[in-house]
């Protein structure tokens, strides 16, 4: 198989905390250290959360802003893709990031439970946020924590309110939504390349699914996500030091399974983005 593997690195989400795993960065700075050790580690996408100083999540579009500037200072090329997620802020404040014009952003087309809560994303707050994106110029990633968001995505496109070519990241393991399950792995694939065959796809296991989906991605020629925002752990008896190091055991699966690592140019070809 000779199709390059896009790598996503999810650096922090807003969940994860320092009391957590020491390596959780949180300031931008820790961030962009950490993006720029993921990036020469064989990462292309940068999947970015921003945090205030007592580690809560927001959608400041201000911390955003700096730390797009560090992921272009020093890390060229890089895609930067913003998260518009629910734990950062409520209604269009999710999209508040996007007249940054990053790369991409992250794109939830229904709602779902989440562990403790449900994570809403109402028609027309999805309208918004997708509409946004198209202004600005940021190809989503659809994050499907259920079929019926892939079914959703492609009826998106059928109507104009989302451009085809699709990416859509399978998103498996959280508690309560989509189990990481492989039947419903393969259906995924199975449905996505019926309905939108022109689509790329990417998968993403939570907690001590990350290394398994990371596996079932790579094997079956998609593209995969990782990262502290996912999974804190290496195994049940080590914490993970870093991001890069969880995008090193990725890229030993790619050489496991013959798969090129994706260049931050090829990633763009392949996803039909703007030149870094």
Excluded at 118 to 137: Q, R, T
Excluded at 240 to 253: D, F, I, K, Q
Aim: proline share 7%; charged share 25%.
């Amino acid at each position: 198989m000779t199709k390059p593997c896009i790598i996503c690195v999810a650096i922090t989400g807003s969940v994860p905390r320092k009391e957590d795993n020491p390596a959780v960065p949180i300031t931008v700075a820790e961030q962009i250290e950490s993006i720029h050790e993921s990036f020469e580690a064989g990462a292309s996408i940068a999947h970015c959360h921003v945090r205030n100083d007592d580690q809560t999540p927001t959608s400041d579009p201000e911390r955003f802003a700096r730390l797009m500037e560090g992921i272009h200072t020093h890390c060229p090329g890089m895609i930067v893709q913003l998260s518009t997620g629910g734990r950062s802020g409520a209604g269009a404040a999710r999209g508040g990031m996007l007249p940054l014009r990053p790369d991409m952003a992250s794109l939830a087309v229904g709602s779902n439970n989440f562990p403790t809560r449900v994570y809403e994303n109402p028609p027309d707050l999805v309208d918004f946020l997708a509409s946004e994106m198209h202004k600005y110029d940021v190809k989503p990633e659809i994050e499907a924590f259920d079929l019926s968001h892939i079914f959703q995505a492609v009826k998106m496109t059928g109507d104009g309110r989302l451009a085809r070519p699709l990416y859509v990241q399978f998103v498996m393991g959280v508690k309560n939504a989509m189990p990481a399950d492989r039947p419903s792995f393969d259906f995924y694939i199975e449905t996505l390349k019926r309905l939108a065959p022109d689509a790329e796809w990417c998968g993403a296991g939570i907690g001590r699914h990350q290394i398994e989906v990371n596996e079932w991605s790579i094997a079956a020629g998609g593209h995969t996500r990782t990262g502290l925002e996912d999974n804190v752990r290496l195994d049940r008896d080590r914490l993970a030091p870093s991001n890069a190091a969880l995008v090193r055991r990725a890229v030993e699966l790619c050489e496991k399974y013959h798969r090129p690592v994706a260049t931050w140019g090829e990633a763009r070809a392949i996803l039909g983005l703007r030149p870094g």
